[in-house]
C-alpha cells in the first residue's frame, strides 16, 4: 500500500502540461499564473517525498543502513524485485534534480549579481535605469530597490507611447511580484520532468498578466500589441546579463501574446473553471498520496524499531 501510495506523486505530474495549456487559452492570467504555480509547487514537493520515502525505504533493507537506523525487526516492504529498481531509479532522479538545480542556482545568482552591477553602474531615475547599449534588452530586475532595465538600443527601437507600454509593461512585472512565480517555476521543472512544460505555462501567463496590465494603463490594447510585438523583434537576439527569472518583454511565444492582446478581454467561463478544478485535484491527490505514503512508511519504521505494533 505505502509504495502504491508514494508511486502516485511521480505519474500524477504528467496530467499537468495538456491542462496547463488549456487554462492558459481560457482563464485570465494572474489567475492561470496563480493556479499553475501553487499546483507546480505541491505537485513538485509531494514528488520530492516520495522519492525520498522510496530512496529510505531501499536503504534500510540493507544491513549497515538497518543497523544504523535501530531496526530489530525487517522492515516490511515489496519485494526486493520491485523496491530495488525502484530505490536506486529514485536515488538516480534525486541526485539529478540536485546537481542540475545546484548548478541552475549558481548561475542564476551569479547573472543576477552581474545584472544588479550593471544597473548600479548607471544613474537611475525613479525605478528606471538606462543602460548605454546598441543591444535592445528591457527587463525587471528583482530586488531592493526594484528596477526596470532598459538599454539605449531598446529606446531607440520603440516610438514614445510605445516606450510608455514597455515601461507599464515591467512595472507589472516588478508589482506582481513575477519573479518569485519564475523563481517557483524553475525549482518545480527540476524536480520532475513534467513540470518543465509547467515552467513555459507559468512565464507566458506572467508575461500575458504583464500584458494586459500595460493594455489597462495605456488605454489602447493595439497599441500595447504593437510595442510588444516590436520590442520583442528588437530583443530577440539580444545577449542579456540577466537572469532566467527577471521577466523580461521578450519572453514567452510572441505572437500568441500579441493575439491575446487583439482579442477580446477573456471573460470568466466553466471551462477554465473546471480546468483550474482539475489541476487543484491533481495537486491534492499528489499531496495527499505523497503525505499518507510518507506517514505510512514512518509507521513501519517505528515497527520494525519494535516502537510500535502492526
Known amino acids: 500500500m505505502t509504495a502504491t501510495l508514494l508511486i502516485a506523486p511521480l505519474l500524477l505530474p504528467f496530467a499537468v502540461?495538456?491542462?496547463?495549456?488549456?487554462?492558459?487559452?481560457?482563464?485570465?492570467?494572474?489567475?492561470?499564473?496563480?493556479?499553475?504555480?501553487?499546483?507546480?509547487?505541491?505537485?513538485?514537493?509531494?514528488?520530492?517525498?516520495?522519492?525520498?520515502?522510496l530512496v529510505l525505504t531501499g536503504l534500510l533493507r540493507l544491513p549497515a543502513f538497518a543497523a544504523l537506523g535501530e531496526l530489530i525487526h525487517p522492515l516490511r516492504a515489496p519485494s526486493d524485485l520491485v523496491l530495488a529498481p525502484a530505490a536506486a531509479l529514485a536515488i538516480g532522479a534525486l541526485t539529478v534534480a540536485v546537481v542540475t538545480l545546484g548548478r541552475s542556482a549558481l548561475r542564476q545568482s551569479k547573472a543576477l549579481r552581474l545584472a544588479r552591477r550593471q544597473a548600479g553602474r548607471h544613474p537611475a531615475a525613479g525605478d528606471l535605469c538606462v543602460v548605454d547599449s546598441p543591444q535592445p534588452d528591457a527587463y525587471a530586475l528583482p530586488g531592493r530597490p526594484h528596477r526596470i532595465v532598459v538599454t539605449t538600443g531598446m529606446?531607440?527601437?520603440?516610438?514614445?507611447?510605445?516606450?510608455?507600454?514597455?515601461?507599464?509593461?515591467?512595472?507589472?512585472?516588478?508589482?506582481?511580484?513575477?519573479h518569485?512565480?519564475?523563481?517557483?517555476?524553475?525549482?518545480?521543472?527540476?524536480?520532475?520532468?513534467?513540470?518543465?512544460?509547467?515552467?513555459?505555462?507559468?512565464?507566458?501567463?506572467?508575461?500575458?498578466?504583464?500584458?494586459?496590465?500595460?493594455?489597462?494603463?495605456?488605454?489602447?490594447?493595439?497599441?500595447?500589441a504593437r510595442a510588444i510585438a516590436r520590442a520583442a523583434l528588437a530583443g530577440h537576439a539580444a545577449d542579456s546579463p540577466r537572469p532566467s527569472f527577471a521577466p523580461a518583454v521578450s519572453t514567452g511565444p510572441v505572437p500568441q501574446r500579441v493575439a491575446a492582446l487583439l482579442a477580446p478581454p477573456c471573460r470568466p467561463s466553466r471551462v477554465p473553471r473546471a480546468v483550474a478544478l482539475l489541476l487543484a485535484v491533481c495537486a491534492l491527490l499528489s499531496g495527499v498520496a505523497a503525505s499518507t505514503g510518507v506517514v505510512d512508511f514512518h509507521h513501519e519504521v517505528e515497527v520494525a524499531q519494535g516502537e510500535a505494533a502492526r
Open 17 to 53: 502540461p495538456p491542462l496547463a495549456r488549456r487554462a492558459l487559452r481560457g482563464a485570465r492570467p494572474v489567475v492561470a499564473l496563480w493556479t499553475l504555480t501553487v499546483c507546480a509547487l505541491v505537485l513538485a514537493g509531494a514528488c520530492v517525498a516520495s522519492l525520498g520515502a
Open 155 to 178: 529606446l531607440r527601437s520603440l516610438g514614445a507611447r510605445e516606450r510608455e507600454v514597455l515601461f507599464a509593461h515591467e512595472r507589472a512585472h516588478n508589482a506582481g511580484g513575477h
Open 180 to 224: 518569485y512565480f519564475l523563481a517557483a517555476a524553475e525549482l518545480a521543472a527540476h524536480c520532475h520532468p513534467a513540470l518543465r512544460s509547467a515552467r513555459d505555462a507559468i512565464r507566458l501567463a506572467a508575461e500575458r498578466a504583464a500584458d494586459e496590465a500595460a493594455a489597462t494603463a495605456v488605454g489602447d490594447r493595439r497599441l500595447t
